[in-house]
C-alpha cells in the first residue's frame, strides 16, 4: 500500500510548476520591461549611472508601499488610506519639528507611532466590525487627507511647510532617512572613471552619483524583512491562512484579528517610512503628498502575482512589481513619449495581471 | 470507568432568536468513541463547536478533567488537549499541504536567536503521516485545493492525531469519504481510542457509528434522545431514534427495507 509514488500522479511539468510561482508574472514583467527600453531606449541616458538611479530612486518608493501592501493583501485586507498616510506622516513632522521646533528625531518617532496607531485602528475597526477593509480605510483616505489640507492651513495659512532640512540639520536620526551611504565608494567610481564625474562649477571632480539614498537601503531592507517573515517564520504562515479563509484559520488556533491588526500597522509603518524620506529630500512638507499611492501600491502588488482576494502572494513578486513600474514610469520620460500614456500602460497591465493571477489560482486550487 | 475527561452540562447556544441547543448534558470517557448522531440541524455541529472554544454556550458548563473550563477561542481549547476536524473544513486550500498540517502549530528552529518556520521537519513530517493514512501526495507542497474531498478529511484527521490531543472531535468525518478512505478514518479511531484517547465521532451513517462506537448520543432538534451505550441497542433501534421514530418505519416499509 504505502508505495512512495502514486501512477496516478502525471509529473507536472517543470512549466507548470513555475507557473504556480507568485513571482513568475514579475519576473517575465521585468525581464520583458528591460528588454524593450535596451533596445528602444538604449540612448536617452536612461541606463547612465544618472539614468539608474533616478528610476532605483522611483522604483523604491514604489517598493517601500508595495511591501506593506503585500502582506496585508496576502492576510486578507486592503488599505486604501496608505496615500493620505504620506501625506499626514509628513505633515506631522512638519508641525512637530518646524512648527513646534521640537527635535527632529522626536518628531519622526512620534510621528511613527501616531501613524502605526492609525493603523492598529484601522484594522481594529476592520476586525471589529466585519465590514470590508475597503469601505474602513476609504473613509480614513478621507479623514485622514482633511486632516493634512485642515492643519496647515489653520496653523500656517498656507498647504506647504518648508524648513525640514533645517531643522533636521544635524540631527541623528534624520540622515537614517534622508542620508545616503556609500559616498567613498562613489567617489572612487568617479576617479576611475567608471562613472561621469562633473566637470564644472562648485561640484567639479565630485561623481555625478555621490551615494546610495537611504530611502534605497530602506526599499532593500523592508523587502528582505518581508519576504522572511512570510516565508520562513510561523507569524508568515498566519499572514497567509488569515487571508486563505480566516474562519479555518481561527478555528486552527491562529490569531486572526492580531494578524490582521499587525499587518495594518506595518503598512502605516512602510507609508510614515516613505513619508519621512520624502520629506527629507524636499525639505518641505505638502498637503497633496502620497496622492493616489494606495492604487500605485496595490497595482504593484498584484503585478506580482498576489490574489486580490487574499491567502497568495510574494513580497519578491511585488518588489519586481514595483521596479517594472518605476522603470517604465521615468524610461518613457526618457524616451520622451507624452507622460499621460504611462496611465493607459498601467490600465493594461493591470488588467492582464489580474486576469493572469486569476488563471494560476485555478491551477493551483484546481478550481473550474 | 476512570472519571469522564470532559463533561458538558445543560449546554445552551442560542443564535439570536434561533435555539441551536436546549440543554445538552454529554460525558465523554478517556478512550472511549463517543458516537453523536442527529438529523440534519439537530445541533451536532453547534454543540462539538462550544466543546472547541469556537462558540461560546449561552448557559451551562463544561469541566475539563474535573476543571470547570471558559474556553475563550480555538486556541485556548487547542492548548487544553481538544482537537477538532470541523465539518467544513479547516483547511486552506491555496496553502500547501504542510503549511496546512502544522497550521497554527508551527514547529520553529532557532537560528542566531530567532525562530523560523522548520519547513524541512514539517515537510518530512507531513509526508510520513499523509504515507500512514495511505495518501500519497506529489510533495508536501502541493496545494490542498488540489486535494479531493476526502484526501482533505484525511489531512485534517492526521493532523489532528499528530498533535496529540486529549479529545479528537471528528464532525462528520467519513461523509465525504469513499471505501478505503473511511476504513482508514475508522481505523484510525480505534487505534487512537486505544491509546486513551476520547473520541467524539459525528456521523450520520448508523453502520460507521456501530463499528467503533462505544457509546452513541441521539441528538434532536437540540436536545438529546438518551445516550445507548453498545450493545444494548440495535442498528435499527438507533437508526429510528435518528430519524425520530415512526415515520422512519413507515419509510422503511415502502423502500422495502433499503434503508
Ligand atoms: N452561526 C449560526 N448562526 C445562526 N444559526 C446557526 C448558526 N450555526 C448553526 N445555526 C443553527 O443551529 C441549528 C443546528 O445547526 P448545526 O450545524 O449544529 O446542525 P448539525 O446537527 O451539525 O447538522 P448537519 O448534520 O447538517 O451538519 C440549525 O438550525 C442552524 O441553522
Ligand atoms: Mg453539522
Redesign the interface.
Known sequence: MADTTDERIKEISPLRRALIRPELGGMVGTVAVFTLFALFAFDSGMFNSQGVMNWSIVSAQFMIIAVGACLLMIAGEFDLSVGSMIGFAGMMIAVFGVVLAWPMWIAILITFVICCALGALNGWIVVRTGLPSFIVTLAFLFILRGFTIYIPQTVERKTIIGGIRDAAEGDWLAPIFGGKIGQPIFQWLGDMGVIGVFERGTRAGQPVVDGIPMLIVWAIALIIFGHILLTRTRFGNWIFAAGGDAEAARNSGVPVNKVKILMFMFTAFCATVFAVCQVMEFGSAGADRGLLKEFEAIIAVVIGGALLTGGYGSVIGAALGALIFGVVQQGLFFAGVESSLFRVFLGVILLFAVILNTYIRRIITGER | MADPIIQMKEIQKHFGSVIALAGVSVDVFPGECHCLLGDNGAGKSTFIKTM?G?HKPTSGEIVFEGQPLDFA???DA??AGIA?V?QH???????SVS?NF?????P?RKIAGL???D?DYANRVTMEEM??M?I?L?GPDQ?V??LSGGERQTVAIARAVHFGAKVLILDEPTSALGVRQTANVLATIDKVRKQGIAVVFITHNVRHAMAVGDRFTVLNRGQTLGTAVRGEITPEELQDMMAGGQEMVQLEGSLGGTV
Open positions: 472547541s469556537v477561542d480555538p486556541r487547542i492548548a477538532t470541523h473544513l479547516a483547511m486552506i486550500p491555496l496553502m503549511r502544522f497550521m497554527g502549530n508551527e520553529v525562530s523560523f518556520f519547513h504515507r500512514n495511505g500519497n506529489r496545494a485545493g488540489t
